[in-house]
């Protein structure tokens, strides 16, 4: 392994409310970033470096990994850093690196805008966003965001993570190794295509996805052309350096290069509608691409008053009309508020956040009305920030691999209450 050392750290002016890094890399979109233990960095390869991340109220600090000389490669990558320490401070590579976390954090967009927008036309995402700002849609790579995503099929983001840790581990190329801990760059998809990879891999404990993983594989490097899968991509949010163009006119059901991507990733080996909108959504920057499952479905129902209660099947016309009904209300960007939503809505971590410590001022007014005694009570809360656990966040059961998601933040607002004197006095 290539011997290096980090860089200094460097800062970009960035709040919470526009990027928050704790709930974004923790939400179920990638699942290669480390968070170091005790502490509050983040690691991940990206194109073929090494970077670190930390955040504080006002500032994302990042750092890389630089090598005693440059590394080889990766063909996974359309355009690859040399992370050599040759280069100084502020030189060509260090700006590549900021191009780098502007692309892949999406931060061209103004996100308070974007909320702002979003709440204005919806009263429900109003209600819930304030208290889950700072959540981005990632521009990942698409050949990882597709086989993450098949590994995610009845699966939880624990699991999920491991399994694309033994794939990066297995197949990918080595860029360092720090405090014990090996970091590999995402295989490309040549990387398994040989005649052991789904026998490895069912070994490794991948199970059944270990053959759509490796069909997949043959399918995107010899039976597609080269360049397939990135020229699914949305022009306006095209891969790392290449330049944006118009991606076309919206439509109810999504643009026409959305609904063509959509189509041609359900032709691959373990992919359906959800895990195809995923990729779209995460991988291919069409972001009208609303993935949905009984989950998003039953938050369709319940906020939105959408169909029949009572319908107990998720079918395909079903799935489209969920979709539909969110482009309409958040137009081309229905992915990004509906990830907000449903991040927030996910009870197992709201769950635990309630149960999680807090220091809480309860103010009680009371208020004799005739018969009833009326009790106001107003609850402050300062919840304190600790890690997630993921082991118990389960996927959404489907015939497809799914999407798992997160929320990490949860608020208690005034309320009151009645009772009677009578059971008052009791």
């Not at 099929?153 to 624990?158: A, M, P």
């Not at 069409?286 to 998003?296: I, K, M, Q, S």
């Not at 799935?319 to 009870?347: C, I, P, Q």
């Not at 009151?416 to 008052?424: C, D, H, V």
């Amino acid at each position: 392994m290539t011997i290096g050392v980090f860089s200094e750290w460097y800062k970009l002016p960035l709040s919470l409310s526009e990027l928050c890094i704790n709930t974004t890399l923790r939400c179920g979109q990638s699942f290669r970033w480390h968070n170091v233990p005790d502490s509050d960095e983040w690691r991940c390869v990206l194109h073929g470096c090494l970077l670190s991340l930390r955040q504080d109220p006002n500032y994302l600090y990042y750092r890389t990994y630089r090598t005693s000389k440059p590394l080889p490669p990766s063909s996974n990558s359309p355009q690859q850093l040399n992370a050599s320490d040759e280069k100084s401070p502020n030189s060509s590579n260090d700006n590549d690196i900021l191009r780098v976390i502007k692309h892949y954090f999406n931060l061209s967009s103004n996100l308070t805008d974007l909320y702002s927008q979003w709440s204005s036309q919806d009263p429900n995402f109003k209600k819930k966003a304030s208290h889950f700002t700072g959540i981005r849609i990632l521009r990942q790579d698409a050949w990882e965001a597709l086989v993450s995503f098949i590994c995610s099929s009845n699966n939880n983001i624990s699991r999920i993570s491991q399994m694309v840790e033994k794939l990066c581990l297995n197949y990918g190329r080595p860029v360092a190794t720090i405090d014990g801990r090996a970091y590999h760059d995402f295989p490309p998809p040549e990387a398994l295509t040989g005649k052991d990879v789904e026998t490895r891999l069912r070994n490794l404990g991948f199970g059944y996805r270990a053959k759509y993983i490796y069909q997949t594989a043959v399918m995107v490097a010899e039976e597609r052309e080269s360049g397939w899968l990135n020229g699914l991509q949305n022009p306006e949010s095209p891969a790392f350096g290449v330049d944006p163009v118009p991606g076309g006119e919206m439509k109810p059901e999504g643009r026409d290069g959305y609904r063509h991507a959509h189509e041609k990733l359900v032709e691959l080996q373990g992919v359906g509608p959800k895990v195809a909108d995923c990729v779209c959504l995460m991988g291919l920057g069409w972001g009208e691409a609303v993935p949905v499952d009984t989950h998003v479905w039953q938050i369709a129902q319940r906020d939105y008053k959408f169909g029949k209660s009572g319908q107990k099947t998720l079918n395909k016309a079903t799935y489209d009309a969920v979709g539909n009904l969110f482009r309409k209300l958040w137009g081309k960007e229905a992915g990004w508020a509906h990830s907000v939503l449903f991040t927030a809505d996910l009870r197992a971590f709201s769950d635990r956040l309630a149960a999680s410590k807090a220091a809480s001022k309860v103010e009680v007014d009371v208020k004799e009305e005739e018969d009833d005694t009326k009790i106001e009570m107003k609850v402050t809360t300062t919840t304190l920030k600790r890690p997630l656990s993921e082991d118990d966040v389960k996927a959404e059961v489907d015939e497809k691999p799914q999407k798992n998601g997160s929320a990490l933040q949860t608020s208690l607002s005034t309320g009151s209450t009645r009772m009677s004197k009578r059971l008052r006095n009791r």
